[in-house]
C-alpha cells in the first residue's frame, strides 16, 4: 500500500494540527495503522496506532489526552488530531500500515514545527 501524509506545518504552543494518511494502492481496512515521529538526533517513536475497525487504540504516555487517532476505510485514510501542541512534540511525522507482522509500508513524512 502506497501511504501518502499531509497536513503538517508550522504553529505555536498550544495550537492544533490535523495529519492525515491518504492510502492508495490497497484497501486501508486491511491494516492496522499507526504514526511515528522522529525529531532530529533521536530515535523514531511511535505516537499513536489503531487497529483495522477502530476499536483499539493505542497512545504514548506523553500525547495521551492530546492527541486523537482515528480512521475513516470508506476514504481510505488515517488521522491524527494534534491539540495543545508542545515544543517537543515538533519532528516529522509518519504513517505506517502494519501488515499483521511489522510496519511494513511508510508514507514520507510531514514536518511538524511548533513555536514557543
Known amino acids: 500500500v502506497q501511504l501518502q501524509a499531509s497536513g503538517g506545518g508550522l504553529v505555536q504552543a498550544g495550537d492544533s494540527l490535523r495529519l492525515s494518511c491518504l492510502a492508495s494502492?490497497?484497501?486501508?481496512?486491511?491494516?492496522?495503522m499507526g504514526w511515528f515521529r522522529q525529531a532530529p538526533g533521536k530515535e523514531r517513536e511511535p505516537v499513536a496506532s489503531i487497529s483495522r475497525a477502530g476499536a483499539t487504540l493505542y497512545y504514548i504516555d506523553s500525547v495521551k489526552g492530546r492527541f486523537t487517532i482515528s480512521r475513516d476505510n470508506a476514504k481510505n485514510t488515517v488521522y491524527l488530531q494534534m491539540n495543545s501542541l508542545k515544543p517537543e512534540d515538533a519532528a516529522v511525522y509518519y504513517c505506517?500500515?502494519?501488515?499483521?507482522?511489522?510496519?511494513?509500508?511508510w508514507g514520507q513524512g510531514t514536518q511538524v514545527t511548533v513555536s514557543s
Open positions: 505506517a500500515a502494519h501488515n499483521g507482522v511489522a510496519y511494513g509500508d
Open positions: 494502492g490497497r484497501a486501508l481496512s486491511t491494516y492496522a
